[in-house]
């Protein structure tokens, strides 16, 4: 399984991923923004790991960052919620552990992929 740690505010060598990996994050942490503050999380104390891609979108773990300033023991780090971000548009979905499915998160919208030239 991939697993690529993506620490929020650091940069990332550009080599290091695909222009549609970095707008899959980009749309991912746009969305986060609006759905951690209401559940008392912040991107600060966040990280993404991206678990899977396949052709069509790329699997994000969201886990709980502990120690510091974020509080919580630093040898766990819990996933908080996974994402299916598409590559080429679309709307984001959170898996739902319960029900075994993806399913379209609250406040998700379309995005059309970006034109190719």
């Known amino acids: 399984m991939l697993a690529t740690c993506v620490a929020w505010g650091l940069p990332r060598a550009a080599s290091a991923a695909s222009d549609l990996e970095a707008q899959a994050e980009l749309r991912l942490r746009t969305h ?3 759905q ?3 559940r008392g999380l912040s991107l600060d104390c966040v990280d ?3 678990e899977a ?3 069509k979108y790329y699997e994000y773990a969201v886990r709980e960052r502990h120690g510091g300033k974020c509080g919580g023991d630093p040898e766990v780090a819990p996933i908080v919620d996974r994402f299916r971000v598409p590559k080429r548009g679309g709307k984001i979905l959170k898996y739902d552990p319960v029900e075994d ?3 379209v998160t609250a406040g998700a919208r ?3 992929s970006p034109p190719q030239v």
């Open 32 to 34: 986060l923004k609006k």
């Open 48 to 50: 993404l790991f991206l």
């Open 36 to 38: 951690l503050p209401p």
């Open 101 to 103: 499915r993806w399913l």
């Open 110 to 112: 379309a995005h059309s």
């Open 53 to 55: 891609s396949t052709p």
